[in-house]
């Protein structure tokens, strides 16, 4: 069974400040995804990671994927507030034919303060 | 298009009663899922739809819920005889085919909350 696990579940920086999120699952996937979810708002498509090194930029965000290690990381650079929400990775489960299931971690709830 | 959305965007309702959910997908998108998010949680897989057919429904889902999409675009989700524990975002997500990167994308959510 594909778990996901994010890690950390909470995390408060400073504005200016850079951290990064990591998110591992359990199996082999082939797809991964990074979302942002506002507080009451539906989930945001963040970025789409399809291959063994794929790293991928917008902003102060950039997501990186190593399928060998099946780690994917979030880093934030120079947090400003607008960035405060949950983000969440989600990994595709490679079952039988074409019927996949996203499978998601908790999320990780940033709060970007002054 | 405006992308997908989701009707009602709140319902609170009786235990024991029953309610349903619409979603209109993005019009070429012939995927449709939906999920269940309660608070601090990652979304629940409950089921997805490619076209008209029902491909997968989640185990842990129980009789109580039943969905369709009868013509291949809009969804239903009904709950019947609710539960406090069926509380919860209930999101619909609608993609392309095989073609593209296969992301996922998401109405605003319909809130239930039964008492």
């Known amino acids: 069974e594909l778990k996901v696990e994010q890690n950390p579940l909470f995390l408060s920086m400073q504005e200016g400040k850079n951290y990064t999120i990591y998110c591992n699952y359990s199996t082999t996937s082939d797809r991964l995804y990074w979302y942002r979810q506002d507080p009451g708002k539906s989930l945001e498509s963040l970025f789409v990671l399809l291959s063994n090194g794929a790293v991928k930029q917008e902003g102060r965000l950039m997501a990186s994927l190593d399928t060998k290690a099946r780690l994917s990381t979030l880093h934030i650079t120079a947090a400003v507030h607008d960035l405060s929400a949950t983000y969440f990775c989600?990994?595709?489960?490679?079952?039988?034919?074409?019927?996949?299931?996203?499978?998601w971690g908790l999320g990780t709830s940033l709060a970007v303060n002054p | 298009d405006t992308g997908v959305s989701q009707d009602p965007r709140h319902k609170i309702t009786k235990r024991g009663q029953n309610v349903t959910f619409r979603c209109d997908p993005i019009?070429?998108?012939?995927?449709l899922y939906w999920y269940r998010q309660t608070l601090g949680q990652g979304p629940e897989f409950l089921t997805y739809?490619?076209?008209?057919?029902?491909?997968?429904k989640s185990r842990l889902l129980s009789d109580r819920f039943s969905a369709e999409r009868p013509k291949g675009s809009f969804s239903t989700l009904e709950i019947q005889r609710t539960e406090q524990g069926d509380s919860a975002m209930y999101l619909c997500?609608?993609?392309?085919?095989?073609?593209?990167?296969?992301?996922?994308?998401f109405g605003e959510g319909s809130r239930l909350t039964v008492l």
């Open positions: 997500a609608s993609r392309r085919s095989r073609l593209g990167p296969g992301e996922l994308f």
């Open positions: 989600a990994v595709f489960l490679p079952n039988a034919g074409n019927n996949r299931k996203l499978i």
């Open positions: 739809f490619q076209n008209e057919a029902q491909l997968e």
């Open positions: 019009s070429e998108h012939n995927r």
